[in-house]
T-cell receptor, first 110, second 115 residues
Framework: GESVGLHLPTLSVQEGDNSIINCAYS??????FIWYKQESGKGPQFIID?????DKRQGQRVTVLLNKTVKHLSLQIAATQPGDSAVYFC?????????FGTGTSLTVIP | SAVISQKPSRDICQRGTSLTIQCQVD?????MFWYRQQPGQSLTLIAT?????????ESGFVIDKFPISRPNLTFSTLTVSNMSPEDSSIYLC????????????FGEGSRLTVL
């Protein structure tokens, strides 16, 4: 289905602090999830993924948590840096298609 | 990972005209998709581009408005027909790896402004 929204939610964090970005997904049958980062004027870039048989996955400075009971994903970014400023989207895989959440605009304050 | 190239990267179009966006992937992929991203919003799936057959459209999108071709495993086009200012968006081509089990890759998008 379509994601509809007038404005992206925003999150501002101080450089060096940890960031937590949340996402609610819609389909309990979704079995694979991806977090994307999108900088201005660019296409979405893969950050980290997680399959539905896991509840946590860690990457470099990023951790994704999956709570299937409440259909919720979170992305944690450790020691947030100015280069992390971007819009972050979660995407859920249902069948062969990926559907995107609303997105969150992250601003890192130096 | 796959590298996806789109053109044009941006264009300014007149109301009532049509524009075709091209998408080239540097390796053979099974699944290709087209998304729309309206200003300040998330990505909305327009359709799945099927090789050698008609695209599969999501609710709210129709072939007459967004005809799609996919003649082979590495190339697809999306046409935005009879454009209006409401069609001003970024149009993104994406592809999934050949195993169809991994991530979705994106091009840089085509930013269309309709006057």
């Amino acid at each position: 289905g379509e994601s509809v929204g007038l404005h992206l939610p925003t999150l501002s964090v101080q450089e060096g602090d940890n960031s937590i970005i949340n996402c609610a997904y819609s389909n309990s049958a979704s079995d694979y999830f991806i977090w994307y980062k999108q900088e201005s004027g660019k296409g979405p870039q893969f950050i980290i993924d997680i399959r539905s048989n896991m509840d946590k996955r860690q990457g470099q400075r990023v951790t994704v948590l999956l709570n299937k009971t409440v259909k919720h994903l979170s992305l944690q970014i450790a020691a947030t840096q100015p280069g992390d400023s971007a819009v972050y989207f979660c995407a859920e895989n249902t069948g062969n298609q990926f559907y995107f959440g609303t997105g969150t605009s992250l601003t890192v304050i130096p | 990972s796959a590298v996806i190239s789109q053109k044009p990267s941006r264009d300014i179009c007149q109301r009532g005209t049509s524009l075709t966006i091209q998408c080239q992937v540097d390796s053979q992929v099974t699944m290709m998709f087209w998304y729309r991203q309206q200003p300040g919003q998330s990505l909305t799936l327009i359709a799945t581009a099927n090789q050698g057959s008609e695209a599969t459209y999501e609710s709210g999108f129709v072939i007459d408005k967004f005809p799609i071709s996919r003649p082979n495993l590495t190339f697809s086009t999306l046409t935005v027909s009879n454009m209006s200012p409401e069609d001003s968006s970024i149009y993104l081509c994406s592809a999934r790896d050949r195993t169809n089990t991994g991530e979705l890759f994106f091009g840089e998008g085509s930013r269309l402004t309709v006057l």
